[in-house]
């Protein structure tokens, strides 16, 4: 008997390679899924709002859902280096006062307050239109995600702080960025069989790398292969597989500071 679920995910090169093999039933399993696409602070109010049976979720917003969601143990966005990038206009010296975000829910925004508390004013904007946001001077700086971090430097644009850098040094662990969430209400079977599938389809993804390459640029920001490795690389690896003891323990403590 199928399994009918609906899954919301991110358009992002780490999702859409992790949940290839599924999508595209590259592997054999009985669930049907209605399959949605959204950014990143979409996804989360959709979970805040219950919506959707599965998401990705910014870890921040967890607290918010715990009640109604469970986190997965596979298809995590977590590691070291990953961080997001506060940038600004190449040249400006002036106070940062008004910044760009991707999201008051995200991560990002989670972090850009708790390292730049000075911070008066935040912008929340589509992630895609951030970069360019802030080098028209919409904004005194702005929080990158995604691609946007691998490309900033083609622009006007230069780093203030890798938010990564200042988690990790504080904390010496790796930095939560994004979980996938099942519903409560999901019979427990059936949660264990989803999880255990989307663990196979991110080792078949590393197994098989070409075979998701043009599902990736179907959905993908920037098309550049360089790009789209770069990405993957970075934000899918063993902790999306499985968080195991110290991807928890770092989930921990991000949330102990959301609560």
């Given amino acids: 008997m199928m399994k009918k679920l609906s899954l919301h995910i991110s358009p992002c090169p780490n999702d859409t ?27 989360n109010l959709g979970v805040l709002a219950g919506l959707p049976d599965i998401s990705k979720i910014s870890y921040s917003v967890y607290p918010k859902i715990a009640d109604r969601y ?10 070291r280096g990953n961080g997001q990038l506060l940038v600004r206009r190449k040249g400006e010296r002036g106070a940062i006062k008004r910044v760009a ?21 935040v912008v929340p904007m589509l992630f895609s239109e951030i970069a360019q946001a802030v080098e028209q001077g919409v904004t005194d700086a702005g929080v990158l995600i995604h691609e946007g971090r691998f490309v900033y ?11 990564g850098k200042l988690w990790e040094a504080q904390t010496s662990l790796p930095l939560p960025l994004g979980a996938i969430v099942i519903k409560r209400e999901v019979a427990e079977q059936v949660r264990a069989d989803f999880e255990a599938l ?12 070409t075979l998701s390459r043009e599902f990736i640029k179907q959905h993908a920001q920037e098309l550049e292969d360089e790009v789209i490795n770069q990405h993957i690389a970075l934000f899918v690896n063993n902790y ?11 989930v921990e403590k991000l949330l102990e500071t959301e609560n």
């Fill in 240 to 250: 999306t597989v499985s968080l195991g003891e110290e991807g928890r323990k770092a």
């Fill in 101 to 121: 975000s991707p999201g008051l829910h995200t991560t990002a925004n989670a972090l850009l307050m708790r390292y730049f508390p000075q911070v008066e004013s």
């Fill in 70 to 79: 469970l986190l997965l143990d596979s298809g995590s966005a977590l590691g």
């Fill in 17 to 43: 390679f992790a949940f290839d093999a599924i999508i595209n039933h590259r592997l054999d399993h009985n669930f049907d899924l209605e399959v949605e696409y959204k950014d990143i602070e979409e996804l």
């Fill in 198 to 209: 989307l663990a196979n389809s991110v080792r078949f993804a590393f197994d098989n790398p």
């Fill in 153 to 163: 430097q083609r622009r006007n644009l230069e780093l203030v702080a890798d938010l």
